[in-house]
T-cell receptor, first 115, second 113 residues
Framework: EAGVVQSPRYKIIEKKQPVAFWCNPISGHNTLYWYLQNLGQGPELLIRYENEEAVDDSQLPKDRFSAERLKGVDSTLKIQPAELGDSAVYLC?????????????FGPGTRLTVL | DQQVKQNSPSLSVQEGRISILNCDYTNSMFDYFLWYKKYPAEGPTFLISISSIKDKNEDGRFTVFLNKSAKHLSLHIVPSQPGDSAVYFCAASNVQGAQKLVFGQGTRLTINP
């Protein structure tokens, strides 16, 4: 069974440029998560989707970040414009259900460097 | 406000010995705890979990202990193997409240041959 797929794996951009990350969750998984992981820190939730609906986006900086999950499968996370402090690893995860004990499976992440 | 803390950034253990990774939390509403393992350039992978109704959960070489009164959990790996070298994250959530996972900062474990 294929795991969570993310692309690109690495991205280097100049500040003020836009950037987008793509995630394909494990087939059949209804819940999708985007996390931000800064160097030396654990992942922090940005947004959680249940099917197409964003049910928790309280930690998403909505002035520059946006996300969508069309048709309840793939998802895209966008930053526009990017700032130096956005340099981090962006992780996507999925789980079968939204239950608190449901295991989250993580993708390899996209490492973003903003110059 | 760091609700989940792993105070040891790194730990070095000899192969065959026991590795003990520690984690402290402050939110008394947390009722479900997990450990994830992360290799370089990969995403975290689930290792083991424990509900607050238990104080111990064992899976092969991995055992998680939960001390609710001290708000402390630990992961024991015995015997430690070179392939266990990775970064370990503890995480916690409030299942009843359908709250998000909160991760610690991680501990880098190195198993020396």
């Amino acid at each position: 069974e294929a795991g969570v797929v993310q692309s690109p794996r690495y991205k280097i951009i100049e500040k003020k440029q836009p950037v987008a990350f793509w995630c394909n969750p494990i087939s059949g998984h209804n819940t999708l998560y985007w996390y931000l992981q800064n160097l030396g820190q654990g992942p922090e939730l940005l947004i959680r989707y249940e099917n197409e609906e964003a049910v928790d986006d309280s930690q998403l900086p909505k002035d520059r970040f946006s996300a969508e999950r069309l048709k309840g499968v793939d998802s895209t996370l966008k930053i526009q414009p990017a700032e130096l402090g956005d340099s981090a690893v962006y992780l996507c995860a999925s789980s079968l259900l939204a239950g608190g004990t449901d295991t989250q499976y993580f993708g390899p992440g996209t490492r973003l460097t903003v110059l | 406000d760091q609700q989940v803390k792993q105070n040891s950034p790194s730990l070095s253990v000899q192969e065959g010995r026991i590795s003990i990774l520690n984690c402290d939390y402050t939110n008394s509403m947390f009722d479900y705890f997990l450990w994830y393992k992360k290799y370089p350039a990969e995403g975290p992978t689930f290792l083991i979990s424990i509900s607050s109704i238990k104080d111990k959960n064992e899976d092969g070489r991995f055992t998680v202990f939960l001390n609710k009164s001290a708000k402390h959990l630990s992961l024991h790996i015995v015997p430690s193997q070179p392939g266990d070298s990775a970064v370990y994250f503890c995480a916690a959530s409030n299942v009843q409240g359908a709250q998000k996972l909160v991760f610690g900062q991680g501990t880098r474990l190195t198993i020396n041959p």
